[in-house]
T-cell receptor, first 112, second 112 residues
């Protein structure tokens, strides 16, 4: 059974710091991995998607890496800003299904 | 292009009642999935539909049911509501030609 874990559960940093959020999964037989952002009480916004054959994806100040063999992904946020404050969720998609298995999230607070 | 829309955004029901939630996917998207989000269990998969067919179902009791119409709009129904059904219900849609899943803003259900 696939299990997804995110560390740390919460993080509070000053503005300008570079951050690394971690995601680990137990079954390497995944189709892809997606990182989302969720603001309080809102839906999920897709940030980055990495296919199982890829090693990393970048979008602006965000970079996500994937090491399928070790069951790990990291989300790197450069030069953090208060507007980055949100909960970040990673989700793995097994093969042959649209079902996503989510981690428990990392709640990030960036203070001025 | 409009995003995923969910109606209603907020619902208050009492135990024993039933409820129907609606999800309209992004135009052209034929795949719709539903998730339940609670503080204790996080995001959990409910159902996945493609072209009016349920392709996958999560580990929820039979009180939770869903369907998809020919225009790809989807509904989920919860009968005999329990206090533990209070949650944010999210739906996501996907275009067959890409892998990113796009989430709606959710329906906040409160069961009293």
């Amino acid at each position: 059974k696939q299990e997804v874990t995110q560390i740390p559960a919460a993080l509070s940093v000053p503005e300008g710091e570079n951050l690394v959020l971690n995601c680990s999964f137990t079954d390497s037989a995944i189709y892809n991995l997606q990182w989302f952002r969720q603001d309080p009480g809102k839906g999920l916004t897709s940030l980055l998607l990495i296919q199982s054959s890829q090693r990393e994806q970048t979008s602006g100040r965000l970079n996500a890496s994937l090491d399928k063999s070790s069951g790990r992904s990291t989300l790197y946020i450069a030069a953090s800003q208060p507007g980055d404050s949100a909960t970040y969720l990673c989700a793995v998609r097994p093969r042959n299904t649209d079902k996503l298995i989510f981690g428990t999230g990392t709640r990030l607070q960036v203070f001025p | 292009k409009a995003g995923v829309t969910q109606t209603p955004r907020y619902l208050i029901k009492t135990r024993g009642q039933q409820v129907t939630l609606s999800c309209s996917p992004i135009s052209g998207h034929r795949s719709v999935s539903w998730y339940q989000q609670t503080p204790g269990q996080g995001l959990q998969f409910l159902f996945e539909y493609f072209s009016e067919t349920q392709r996958n179902k999560g580990n929820f009791p039979g009180r939770f049911s869903g369907r998809q119409f020919s225009n790809s709009r989807s509904e989920m129904n919860v009968s005999t509501l329990e206090l533990g059904d209070s949650a944010l219900y999210l739906c996501a849609s996907r275009n067959g030609g890409e892998d990113t899943q796009y989430f709606g803003p959710g329906t906040r259900l409160t069961v009293l």
